[in-house]
């Protein structure tokens, strides 16, 4: 069964670096062809997608981070990790680590996601 | 304001037939690029309910159901229980932004 979990700090300050790790269980992130995705909410609205990593390729980000966002994988532990820097209070959200599917379903279909994690920006 | 336009709310009564749009543009789902819809319960992360405009993944109910025609697609759920209410969203690429866009999401009330 695989299973996703995201882990980090719940509160951090402006300006500082968000950094959240998503912990993957029950299978390699560097098998099959999956995509490992960060998507984050913010309270009362809908998703946004932040960006994905290809453990054998270059990661692929929403522009609209501009400069801020690095998505990366660490295969020895399993996890994929998210570091968004220059955080304001508009970057509060609760923050989810989704697997992307394309050989089971399709590109941008998240099949399995981790519970989230609720992330404060304020000092 | 969302590149993909869904209604914030939709309602029906048990057993009856709702659907949902999710209204796009050249620069997505008229572009070709597939919608997948996601259903999200109250405090819990979003599920795949829908993929490849059309496509169920195992264990969704046939009641829901997909399709795609130009630049919007559509969600449709038949005989509604009480356990549908929730959240929908639509999701697909614009290759103006290039990036994954979600819908604004459309709030389902069973009444």
């Known amino acids: 069964q695989v299973q996703l979990q995201e882990s980090g700090p719940g509160l951090v300050k402006p300006s500082q670096t968000l950094s959240l790790t998503c912990t993957v269980s029950?299978?390699?992130?560097?098998?099959?062809?999956?995509?490992w995705n960060w998507i984050r909410q913010p309270a009362g609205k809908g998703p946004e997608w932040i960006g994905r990593?290809?453990?054998?390729?270059?990661?692929n980000y929403n522009p609209s981070f501009k400069s801020r966002v690095t998505i990366s994988a660490d295969t020895s532990n399993n996890q994929i990790s998210l570091k968004l820097s220059s955080v304001a209070a508009a970057d509060t959200a609760v923050y989810y680590c989704?697997?992307?599917?394309?050989?089971?379903?399709?590109?941008?279909?998240?099949?399995?996601w981790g519970q989230g994690t609720v992330v404060t920006v304020s000092s | 304001q969302s590149v993909l336009t869904q209604p914030p709310s939709v309602s029906g009564a048990p057993g009856q037939r709702v659907t949902i749009s999710c209204i796009g543009s050249s620069s997505n789902i008229g572009a070709g690029y597939d919608v997948n819809w996601y259903q999200q319960l109250p405090g819990t992360a979003p599920k795949l309910l829908i993929y490849a405009n059309s496509n169920r993944p195992s264990g969704v109910p046939d009641r829901f159901s997909g399709s795609k025609s130009g630049t919007s697609a559509s969600l449709a759920i038949t005989g509604l229980q009480a356990e549908d209410e929730a959240d929908y969203y639509c999701?697909?690429?614009?290759?103006?932004?290039?990036?994954?866009?979600f819908g604004g999401g459309t709030k389902l009330t069973v009444l």
């Open positions: 029950g299978v390699s992130i560097s098998s099959g062809s999956y995509y």
């Open positions: 999701l697909s690429y614009d290759s103006s932004l290039s990036a994954v866009v």
């Open positions: 990593v290809y453990t054998s390729g270059n990661p």
């Open positions: 989704a697997r992307e599917n394309p050989p089971n379903y399709a590109f941008r279909a998240y099949d399995i």
